[in-house]
């Protein structure tokens, strides 16, 4: 899918106050970062998840309006008014990230995210901005263009692939805009416990003496969920580019400099095991993002708040 650009303003900081931003998975790992950097701009936040429990603990809680919601309710409310009519929605709901090869991802995630992102358009939705995965490749190695054809080989990126195919065939009936931000790596606080970080960290915590890992030297495309954040907040709120955009740096490092380089930053050692665990057999070995269309956009950001 190639660059797509609209003649609209495509400033983000063009009558901020006045913009209504509803956040999906707000109390995720991704949505806490993005609700934080989207108070930063003024916006007003409507917030969303299926606690309200767990979002009263996140800092942000009182700056935002909170409405509970289960994706996977059904039912027929009009959710656009449910969510104060929002101007933009970051979708980054998702469940079972555990697990990406569960059949849940496409038998009971994909018609659930379906019907809940076409009751949003049907009534009233013009700006829609949802994660997708890097995963959507499948095994395709080196640089990643956004145009390239997608071949994933497994559920989870299965059902991304699934529901981007649907919300394009929507755009024939609704009048809406579509940003799909292809998420890469990531790491930072609040990561899910099974990352490699965060595991690395414990091992240390605990005062182990051996880490196992991988062989480690399979390529990725890491980014900090600060930047991660960040940049996807700039994606949804621009009216210039619209399409698939990759959300990554373009600069591949080996898994094993990632974990050495961890452990020179928070000046710790700990033996490193590798070759205990095998490769992935849904990753390829050395593949990366391209960022000539992402750079796009931040120039153009850069370049507006000069």
């Known amino acids: 899918m190639g660059m797509q650009v609209c003649c609209a303003n495509p400033s983000i900081t063009d009558n901020l106050n006045r913009m209504r931003v509803l956040v999906t998975g707000a109390t995720g790992f991704i949505g806490n970062y993005v609700v934080q950097e989207l108070l930063k701009l003024n916006v007003q936040v409507i917030a969303t998840s299926a606690s309200e429990a767990k979002a009263k603990k996140k800092p942000w809680f009182k700056s935002v309006t909170y409405v509970t919601h289960d994706i996977y309710s059904m039912n027929k409310e009009n959710l656009f008014e449910k969510f104060k009519s929002p101007n933009f929605l970051i979708h980054l709901a998702w469940g079972n990230l555990i697990n990406f090869k ?4 496409i038998d009971k995630e994909l018609p659930a995210h ?12 013009h700006d829609l901005t949802v994660i997708g995965t890097c995963l959507e490749y499948g095994m395709q190695e080196g640089c990643l263009t956004e145009d390239m054809e997608c071949m ?17 065939t929507l755009k024939l009936k609704y009048n809406f805009s579509l940003k799909w931000i292809r998420l890469f790596y990531m790491y930072g606080d609040g990561q899910a416990e099974k990352s490699i970080l965060p595991s690395l960290d414990r ?17 990725r495309d890491y980014l900090s969920i600060n930047e991660v954040s960040r940049n996807i907040v700039k994606f949804a709120l621009q009216r210039k580019i619209y399409g698939v955009i990759n959300c990554c740096s373009g600069k591949p490092i080996s ?4 974990v050495t380089d961890h452990l020179n930053r928070v000046n710790k050692k700990i033996k490193l095991n590798l070759g205990y665990y095998p490769y992935s ?16 956009i931040l ?3 850069m370049s507006f708040n000069r």
């Not at 051996?210 to 390529?219: A, C, H, I, L």
């Open 102 to 105: 569960s059949p849940d991802h």
């Open 281 to 296: 057999d849904y990753e390829p070995m050395r593949f990366w993002g391209s960022t000539n269309k992402s750079k796009t």
């Open 299 to 301: 120039d153009d950001h």
């Open 152 to 168: 994933p080989t497994i559920a989870y990126p299965i059902a991304k692939h699934n529901l981007r195919l649907y919300l394009e």
């Open 114 to 125: 379906k019907l809940f992102l076409e009751n949003l358009i049907a009534n009233g939705l």
């Open 255 to 258: 898994l094993r400099k990632l």
């Open 203 to 219: 091992a240390i915590a605990n005062r182990e003496q051996v880490f196992n890992m991988s062989k480690g030297d399979q390529m």
